[in-house]
């Protein structure tokens, strides 16, 4: 499931992977997991690329595919809460462009989602790169889109339900930055893969948007 922030990936994707009894893994909370260690570490992520690269790489993650509990720790710390805070989001681009990071990454997540596939037979994975480089012969890809508007205003309610401080207008140009950076970044930019369904979500709920996904896994025999 790839596509850019605020398309619903995350609330639809959990849910699919549960009524399937599938795993489940948000990719992007490894880069957010890895920015958090560079940035703790008190580098600058725009600064000089081999300490950066050396931190986010070699930092311990650790990565709960469970989707009635899913989750991840930084050297055994849970950082669910930190890693969605602005100081992360702000910074999760830069190291999220570096090619020394996403080949580290990338094997971690094939690593999971082959464990996954192993022990309850399927997985949901989200990110920008999943059916494009991560995995392409997944079964089934879906990219998710949506206007910048309608992602900035529900990336604005999630942070007011997380009791965050919303100003709409910045949230909006957020998006509009971090999508620009990810999808002209040289290394795996964000682009739907030639064999994905593209869904706009601009005008569907998240339950329509389940409904029918749950359709095609179920047509295609992924999921009973
Ligand atoms: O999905 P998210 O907003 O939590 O992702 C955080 C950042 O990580 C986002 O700016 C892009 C990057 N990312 C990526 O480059 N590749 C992925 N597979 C997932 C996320």
């Given at each position: 499931?790839?596509?850019?922030?605020?398309t619903?990936?995350?609330?639809?994707?959990?849910?699919?992977?549960?009524?399937?009894?599938?795993?489940?893994?948000?990719?992007?909370?490894?880069?957010?997991?890895?920015?958090?260690?560079?940035?703790?570490?008190g580098?600058?992520?725009?600064?000089?690329?081999?300490?950066?690269?050396?931190?986010?790489?070699?930092?311990?993650?650790?990565?709960?595919?469970?989707?009635?509990?899913?989750?991840?720790?930084?050297?055994?710390?849970?950082?669910?809460?930190?890693?969605?805070?602005?100081?992360?989001?702000?910074?999760?681009?830069?190291?999220?462009?570096?090619?020394?990071?996403?080949?580290?990454?990338?094997?971690?997540?094939?690593?999971?989602?082959?464990?996954?596939?192993?022990?309850?037979?399927?997985?949901?994975?989200?990110?920008?790169?999943?059916?494009?480089?991560?995995?392409?012969?997944?079964?089934?890809?879906?990219?998710?889109?949506?206007?910048?508007?309608?992602?900035?205003?529900?990336?604005?309610?999630?942070?007011?339900?997380a009791?965050?401080?919303?100003?709409?207008?910045?949230?909006?140009?957020?998006?509009?930055?971090?999508?620009?950076?990810?999808?002209?970044?040289?290394?795996?930019?964000?682009?739907?893969?030639?064999?994905?369904?593209?869904?706009?979500?601009?005008?569907?709920?998240?339950?329509?948007?389940?409904?029918?996904?749950?359709?095609?896994?179920?047509?295609?025999?992924?999921?009973?």
């Amino acid at each position: 499931m790839d596509g850019p922030a605020g398309t619903g990936k995350s609330t639809v994707s959990r849910r699919l992977a549960k009524q399937c009894g599938a795993g489940y893994l948000d990719s992007g909370s490894m880069y957010r997991a890895a920015t958090l260690a560079v940035l703790r570490a008190g580098l600058d992520p725009e600064g000089p690329v081999e300490p950066v690269v050396e931190i986010a790489t070699t930092c311990e993650l650790e990565l709960v595919t469970d989707p009635d509990s899913p989750g991840i720790r930084l050297a055994g710390e849970d950082v669910n809460a930190e890693i969605r805070g602005p100081e992360v989001t702000a910074a999760v681009s830069a190291v999220s462009a570096m090619p020394a990071v996403r080949a580290v990454l990338v094997d971690r997540q094939r690593e999971l989602i082959a464990a996954a596939v192993r022990e309850t037979g399927g997985i949901v994975v989200e990110g920008r790169d999943i059916g494009s480089v991560v995995v392409p012969d997944a079964p089934l890809k879906v990219y998710l889109t949506a206007s910048a508007e309608v992602r900035a205003a529900r990336r604005s309610a999630q942070d007011r339900k997380a009791g965050r401080d919303v100003d709409v207008a910045a949230v909006l140009a957020d998006v509009r930055r971090r999508d620009r950076l990810d999808s002209t970044r040289k290394t795996s930019p964000l682009h739907a893969a030639p064999d994905a369904l593209v869904v706009d979500t601009d005008e569907l709920s998240a339950d329509a948007v389940l409904d029918l996904l749950v359709r095609l896994v179920k047509e295609r025999g992924l999921c009973e």
